[in-house]
């Protein structure tokens, strides 16, 4: 089993979601707030790969979905220093295992910690315009 990094909303009901499910494959989860880290632009950077600039985005910020921030007309640099600015933004979670980052729940590592078939909650849980999670203080 493996030790995984998981950064998250603290109070995020899918994060606890995602959490429960690695947890339940046995692996070793080190939970940490994405929103209190001390984020640099290279180390956030690194989490991203060779995904598109726009699925770095959380799609239910309320700055993207406001229209305030428009992810698919963002550079990587300017998407790097928002969410250093807001960490709100970024796609959680963040995780790190085995040497390998990633962020959202639906692609390696986490793919590769789990059984073929496993569920993966990816998308805010909240339905509609249902409140999101509260937001904790920073």
Not at 11 to 16: D, I, K, P, W
Not at 40 to 63: E, H, K, Q
Not at 98 to 123: I, K, M, S
Request: glycine share 8%; aromatic share 6%.
């Amino acid at each position: 089993m493996a030790k995984v990094v998981f950064y998250e909303k603290p109070g995020c009901g899918t994060n606890a979601r995602q959490r429960q499910i690695l947890a339940a494959a046995g692996h070793e989860l080190d939970v940490r707030s994405l929103l209190a880290e001390p984020w640099t632009a290279a180390r956030l950077r690194a989490f991203f790969g060779a995904t598109p600039v726009a699925s770095w985005f959380n799609p239910a910020s309320p700055r993207v979905k406001s229209g305030a921030v428009d992810p698919a007309a963002t550079g990587a640099e300017a998407a790097i220093a928002l969410m250093l600015a807001d960490p709100l933004l970024i796609r959680r979670p963040l995780v790190e295992a085995e040497g390998v980052r990633c962020a959202g729940f639906d692609r390696a590592p986490v793919t590769d910690l789990l059984a073929v078939g496993t569920a993966l909650p990816e998308a805010c849980s909240r339905p509609g315009d249902a409140p999101r999670c509260p937001d904790p203080a920073r």
